[in-house]
């Protein structure tokens, strides 16, 4: 599948801004972050940012942007359509933890209860977008039980970085939040390793001659292509990435998304203050560019059964 | 509506039977969709730079060719491919704007070109790659089964036929209601085991393909004939052999 940018960008920094307010709230409620409004204003701005930037960048993808309102209308049956409500009805409990802790500086029961309903709202509206994948079955990279996890733990993952990042920036440290952020790396590389097996050891069930009915007749290939040119499907689903590239980015994944994250943010848990901070970030960024590469690979490596009428031999 | 009730049993289930044995590959019916539904009900079927070198465009049909088989029983077989109307379309439940939509009363499946946003998921959804996205007017676009020619009572009731099935010079496009055992593309696709494409996806397509009928091999009679010989100067009247002789000289 063609890997257009505004999704890449889309899922990368929308899952960092759920993860980051999805922590955020809980670690409020349990009185683990410090109270301080500005304290308050860096994380739930950086994760208003990112997850409300990520919505704008994916309707840039749309043909009618200016209709995109209609999405919400197909709860019943669209994941699409629940990704976007769910992510609508999350900037509610947002808006109101928000004014209650950056603006009010309270910390009473419909703040706190605000605070527990965004984890809620914001594991719904990634699970949503990860079901868009997940139910496609016309692509066999996608539609697989290993995808869902993935999304929700590099949404922890990611967001939890940012947050460790803007603690040790904040001047202060959460031991929590670095242990959420390296299991979540550990997972991350375990879950990853998994699909990727999962990947290159099984076959979609479609195949040429499914495809084109003629499995009675032996092996199907294409002998003309309909057109010379090029056209909206072939560019669109027929994206092909060569497999030694697939070999490298797969390990810089695994090295940017989990491994650095994981060993700078043990190096901070131990190292002095400024040295810690600026593990702590480096440790946010790395993992933020690990996540925009398998997203991006997500994209790539992912194969649509369309691209069987166009001469491919396995979908 | 992008939820939409299955069809009960009996219901009208219109689609085309497509038959590989006797299609040549000529694209007529490409063309022919192409003319019709370009000023139909999804118009236009937009070009993007039409005269240069990467010239694309929107297409409901395309014809692909493949073999099948290996060696002296491999065969060549021509394969139109667009939209199979399918009976659990995943490009309509995956709309989000609910664009996308299968009619109750025939099955057809529309894109309604005012509602959709251009998210072109229900391409995505699609196995078969029967949509296809127009850039310039930002919505998706696919075969409408010539919708407003099949039910057109202004054309004489033999030109209510898809594009494709009219212009077809092979006889290779038949359309029909599929839903009925009855109808004669049914029968058709009994007597000739007619397959669905990708049935392990499980969209249930209507449309269906006729299987090319076994190869002949040899002359047809069995034994290998030889040839009469087509001349022989030896059988012939003198007087014939002698015009013969003067002839070739
Ligand atoms: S062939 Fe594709 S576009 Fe047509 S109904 Fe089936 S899934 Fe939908
Ligand atoms: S491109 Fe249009 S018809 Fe297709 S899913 Fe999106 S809104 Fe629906």
Redesign the interface.
């Known amino acids: 599948?063609h890997p257009a940018f505004s999704v890449i960008v889309f899922t990368t920094a929308s899952g960092a801004g759920y993860g980051l307010l999805a922590l955020a709230g809980l670690l409020f409620a349990l009185g683990v972050l410090p109270p301080q409004r500005g304290f308050g204003l860096c994380v739930l701005g950086l994760g208003t940012i990112l997850v409300t930037g990520g919505l704008l960048a994916s309707t840039s993808?749309?043909?009618?942007?200016e209709?995109?309102w209609?999405?919400?209308?197909?709860v019943?049956?669209?994941?699409?359509?629940r990704e976007?409500v769910a992510a609508l009805l999350a900037y509610i409990p947002i808006a109101i933890f928000g004014i209650g802790w950056v603006m009010l500086g309270r910390a009473d029961r419909p703040v706190l209860i605000a605070a527990l309903a965004t984890p809620v709202l914001a594991v719904v509206t990634v699970h949503c977008t990860a079901m868009?994948y997940r139910?496609?079955?016309?692509?066999h990279q996608w539609c697989n039980g290993h995808v869902v996890p993935v999304y929700h733990v590099l949404a922890v993952l990611t967001g939890a970085l940012l947050l460790n990042a803007l603690l040790h920036l904040w001047g202060g440290q959460s031991q929590l939040v670095a242990l959420i952020a390296i299991l979540a790396a550990a997972l991350g590389a375990a879950l990853k390793a998994r699909y990727w097996r999962f990947v290159d050891t099984t076959r979609a069930?479609?195949t040429?001659e499914?495809?084109?009915?003629?499995s009675?007749?032996?092996?199907?290939?294409?002998?003309?292509?309909?057109?010379t040119?090029?056209?909206?499907?072939m560019r669109?689903?027929g994206f092909h990435v060569a497999r030694r590239h697939a070999v490298k980015l797969r390990r810089i994944v695994q090295i940017a998304a989990f491994a650095i994250p994981l060993a700078l943010l043990i190096l901070a848990s131990l190292a002095p203050p400024i040295p810690a901070v600026f593990a702590a970030v480096i440790a946010a960024v790395s993992g933020l560019a690990g996540t925009l590469v398998e997203r991006r690979l997500f994209f790539a490596e992912a194969k649509?059964?369309?691209t069987l009428?166009y001469g491919a031999d396995a979908a | 509506m992008?939820?939409y009730t299955p069809p009960a049993e009996g219901t009208r289930k219109l689609g085309l039977v497509i038959d590989?044995d006797t299609c040549v590959?000529c694209?007529a019916c490409?063309v022919n969709c192409k003319e019709w539904n370009t000023s139909g009900h999804s118009a236009p079927l937009t070009d993007l730079a039409p005269y240069s070198?990467?010239?694309?465009?929107?297409?409901f049909n395309?014809?692909?060719?493949?073999?099948?088989?290996?060696g002296e029983?491999?065969?060549?077989?021509h394969?139109p491919?667009s939209c199979l109307h399918c009976e659990e379309p995943?490009c309509?439940?995956?709309?989000?704007?609910?664009?996308s939509y299968k009619r109750a009363e025939d099955g057809i499946v529309l894109v309604n070109a005012d509602?959709?946003?251009?998210?072109?998921?229900c391409?995505?959804?699609?196995?078969?790659?029967a949509r296809?996205?127009?850039?310039e007017?930002?919505?998706?676009k696919k075969c409408t089964l010539c919708v407003d020619k099949i039910y057109n009572e202004n054309l004489p009731e033999e030109d209510r036929v898809p594009a494709c099935v009219s212009t077809c010079p092979a006889n290779a496009r038949h359309f029909g209601d599929l839903g009925d055992p009855d109808s004669s593309v049914s029968r058709m696709v009994a007597e000739r085991g007619g397959?669905?494409?990708?049935?392990?996806?499980?969209?249930k397509p209507v449309n269906r393909?006729l299987?090319?009928r076994p190869k002949k091999t040899g002359c047809g009679s069995g034994k290998s004939a030889a040839l009469e010989p087509a001349f022989d100067p030896a059988a012939m009247h003198p007087a014939l052999r002698w015009l013969d002789r003067i002839l070739t000289r």
């Open positions: 599948m993808h749309l043909g009618r942007p209709r995109a209609r999405a919400i209308t197909q019943r049956t669209s994941w699409l359509s976007a868009i139910s496609l079955k016309p692509v069930a479609s040429p499914t495809a084109t009915g003629l009675g007749m032996g092996k199907v290939r294409l002998l003309e292509p309909p057109h040119g090029s056209n909206y499907l669109e689903m649509h059964s369309v009428y | 992008t939820s590989l590959g694209h490409a070198r990467d010239a694309s465009g929107v297409w395309r014809v692909h060719a493949f073999e099948a088989g290996s029983d491999s065969r060549t077989v394969f491919r995943a309509v439940s995956v709309c989000p704007t609910g664009a509602t959709c946003i251009g998210c072109k998921l391409s995505w959804a699609c196995p078969y790659g296809e996205f127009d850039e007017d930002g919505v998706m397959v669905e494409l990708m049935p392990e996806l499980g969209y393909y299987p090319p």
